[in-house]
């Protein structure tokens, strides 16, 4: 699985982050290979991974946003053993270990804000072993640099990211994608 999700991603690395269910139709029709589902709820979700993946698009949901299930372990296997989306996103450190736990592909987001949360980043990491990491606001390419530099792990930007060039240049720091929620940059 991980090995297809990274081709997706060198295939065109500029995600969708769909924040409602009227965008999901939008998401399919344009170029991106990978969608953030973070308006899903219990109750549409498995039609809405099911529409996604046979579309032959990939499918991450964000597990802080679905609504209806609750925030624990439970949750986390039932995602990954009934919704079977290509993987899963969160800030909940528990979130991340226990997909890992479960086989399914985890990416870990991280508000970067100062030096301490950087830190943190960094310890959440080293311990959870993410597959992946989201990094917000996406649009430092000096701090991508280093957190690319200083994990080792992929690096996807996301947040504030607006324009070609804000993509351009979290590309050129080293991240190997950009999530954004604008519409109108799905088509790049």
């Known amino acids: 699985?991980?090995?297809?999700?990274?081709n997706h991603i060198e295939t065109?690395?500029?995600?969708?982050a769909v924040q409602n269910i009227e965008d999901v139709d939008t998401a399919l029709g344009s170029q991106v290979g990978m969608i953030i589902l973070m308006c899903a709820n219990i109750m549409n979700a498995g039609e809405m991974v099911e529409k996604i993946q046979k579309s032959g698009k990939l499918v991450i949901i964000h597990m802080d946003f679905l609504e209806g299930i609750g925030r624990d372990q439970k949750a986390v296997e039932y995602v990954a053993t009934v919704l079977r989306p290509d993987g899963i996103i969160s800030t909940r450190n528990s979130h991340i270990k226990h997909?890992?736990?479960c086989g399914i592909f985890a990416v870990q987001r991280f508000f970067l804000i100062d030096n301490k949360s950087y830190e943190t980043a960094l310890s959440s990491v080293k311990s959870n072993k993410p597959d992946m990491?989201?990094?917000m606001p996406g649009v430092m390419p000096t701090v991508i640099k280093r957190i690319t530099r200083d994990i080792g792990i992929?690096?996807?930007?996301?947040g504030l990211?607006?324009?070609k060039q804000?993509?351009?240049e979290a590309l050129e720091a080293g991240a190997i994608a950009a999530s954004t929620g604008k519409k109108y940059l799905w088509e790049l």
């Open 1 to 6: 699985m991980k090995e297809n999700i990274f």
């Open 12 to 16: 065109n690395p500029v995600i969708a």
């Open 99 to 101: 997909a890992k736990q």
């Open 133 to 135: 990491i989201e990094i």
């Open 154 to 158: 992929p690096v996807i930007a996301g």
């Open 161 to 163: 990211i607006t324009t």
């Open 166 to 168: 804000d993509i351009m």
